[in-house]
């Protein structure tokens, strides 16, 4: 009995360790992603300030985008360029500031505007709205939405904008699973 | 002798799950600081375009800003507001593209141009260079250099920009660790 409860906790801490519990999608009754609260702890892959393709893109009032991978899905890239089984993505968007403190130009990052995850589930991917980050269960965008049809379309690897992760890019080519042209 | 070993293996690998292992600072033989190559699965704190104060600044060409810190650090921090011994952070200066793939506009990161490391060592932080990141042992910034007067005078907590920190700022008000007009 105790030897066996020493294995289920080792089986948990190993688990932690490899990022392989708080890191999978967990849903709601209704089917919706529950908000995944720790996705700073993440590992991050990128920023863009005021790109043009993004889903909250404001020319005229620039916003930071950060991305944030799983931990458990940016070990399984780094083996294979390819994204496993409960990949999550959470795009968070910023607002950006100039001038504050010490800083005179350029730009900083300040408030939440926005956080979308996106999620591979049995081998398909599914985009959820969590509004300003003030929603607890995030409900998928519909088939129609343009995410779909861009990420699919114009996505590096598989339905990811590999293109833009500076130390994903050389991985992928490396792997040979980068699309064509992107 | 089973169970020791079952014990030593069990704080390894909590070890592991807190982030204490990896995470620690190492030094050469020369007392250099060790080139933290793993410092891209550390928390990411935030990312600034073309900001001014910047060592790497270059209005003219704007560059990114990403800062990390230790995973056991940030976890530090949460619970207290502070820094705790043997934190961690790198300052990755990125060089950015407007066009590419299918942005037109904005800015997002492609290649690497500088590598800088700030570490709290027996209470006292200590400004490393690692080039643009091809530098395997980094070598401590002389005590004059601007980083260590501008670090103190300005960063809002400890030796450090927690004011440019969007998810650590709060955290920092409410434990009363933010200085006064930063």
Chains 1, 2 share one sequence.
Not at 35 to 64: I, Q
Not at 114 to 119: L, N, P, S, T
Not at 165 to 178: E, M, Q, R, S
């Amino acid at each position: 009995m105790a030897l066996t409860r020493i294995g289920v906790f080792l089986l948990a801490v190993a688990g932690m360790a490899a990022g392989q519990v708080s890191d999978a999608p967990k849903h709601g009754a209704d089917g919706g992603l529950l908000y995944p609260s720790d996705y700073r702890e993440w590992v991050f892959l990128s920023s863009g300030l005021g790109m043009t393709y993004g889903p909250a893109a404001s020319p005229g009032n620039p916003r930071f985008d950060n991305v944030f991978v799983t931990r458990a899905a940016y070990k399984g890239f780094l083996q294979s360029g390819t994204w496993p089984e409960g990949t999550m993505f959470v795009l968070e968007i910023r607002s950006a500031t100039s001038e504050g403190s010490i800083n005179k130009g350029g730009h900083f990052q300040t408030g939440l505007a926005a956080i979308e995850v996106e999620v591979k589930e049995k081998g398909v991917w599914t985009f959820y709205s969590f509004g300003s980050g003030d929603v607890a269960v995030g409900k998928a965008f519909g088939p129609k939405e343009s995410c779909y049809a861009c990420h699919g379309t114009n996505g590096a690897v598989d339905n990811t904008f590999v293109q833009f992760y500076p130390t994903l890019l050389p991985i992928a080519k490396a792997k040979g699973t980068l699309k064509a042209a992107k």
